[in-house]
């Protein structure tokens, strides 16, 4: 009598450490490139001609860091546990913010409108900061647990919250109201993007906690569009007259 022998089939090769996640590394960088370049590329084209409330989200400080964020979180997807998630999220934040001031001022140049290399420079300075500090806010809310979890997503609601605050208070009375909106949007980000209780809880208390430092932020920021700390100053007593 013959026997059959029914070998199982052998188990499959252990797949390389980095398998698998090259499709998304290509997301996250096509994301940052086309993004950034047409993100600030489409902000210079259309700023005279969207009406503000449109333009209050597209090329306000919140509003542009909003790609970072969105780009940390993409990087931490892509990162998996294979790369440190935060160095993605700083080099994915970083790059689109620079592409994106990069573009806007390209774009700027060949309208034929004055560019600032001093301008640039603070610009490109700003976005360095918020690529970092909203990419790996992205990448905690996204990937991370625990108090970091809650700090990532109550970075980009404070912006938010922060940012609207500034316009409803120097601008009441705006059709709209957009910075009553933004701010509002903020808040139930914070509450509605929380993953427990306790984060709904937290995050929102630790977003309006850092509203000083965005004031701080803020200040610094405009900076760089008025020439001098001491003329945002002048700016804003005398719009709170």
Do not use: K
């Not at 609207?164 to 109201?177: E, I, M, N, Q, T």
């Amino acid at each position: 009598m013959t026997v059959t022998a029914h070998l199982a089939p052998a188990p499959p090769e252990p797949r390389s450490r980095g398998a698998g996640h090259g499709g998304r590394w290509l997301v996250l960088a096509t994301v940052v490139v086309v993004g950034g370049l047409g993100g600030g590329a489409f902000t210079q084209l259309v700023r005279d001609t969207l009406g503000y409330n449109w333009m209050f989200w597209i090329n306000s400080v919140a509003g542009w860091c909003l790609p970072a964020f969105a780009v940390g979180v993409l990087a931490a997807w892509a990162s998996g546990r294979r790369f440190p998630v935060e160095l993605a999220a700083v080099l994915a934040g970083v790059t689109i913010e620079l592409l994106m001031v990069a573009a806007y001022y390209v774009v700027r140049h060949e309208q034929g409108l004055h560019v600032n290399a001093l301008v640039v420079t603070l610009w490109s300075m700003t976005a360095v900061a918020a690529g970092v500090v909203f990419g790996v806010g992205g990448a905690w809310w996204f990937a991370a647990s625990g108090w970091r979890q809650g700090v990532g997503l109550a970075v980009i609601a404070a912006m938010l919250i922060g940012q609207g605050v500034r316009d409803a208070v120097l601008s009441p009375g705006r059709p709209g109201h957009p910075g009553l909106v933004m701010a509002l949007v903020g808040l139930a980000a914070a509450v509605v993007l929380a993953r427990t209780w306790w984060q709904r809880i937290a995050v929102p208390t630790l977003a309006v906690a850092l509203l000083p430092v965005v004031a701080v932020g803020w200040l610094f920021t405009y900076s760089a569009r008025y020439g001098s700390l001491a003329d945002v100053l002048h700016r804003v007593y005398a719009l709170v007259q």
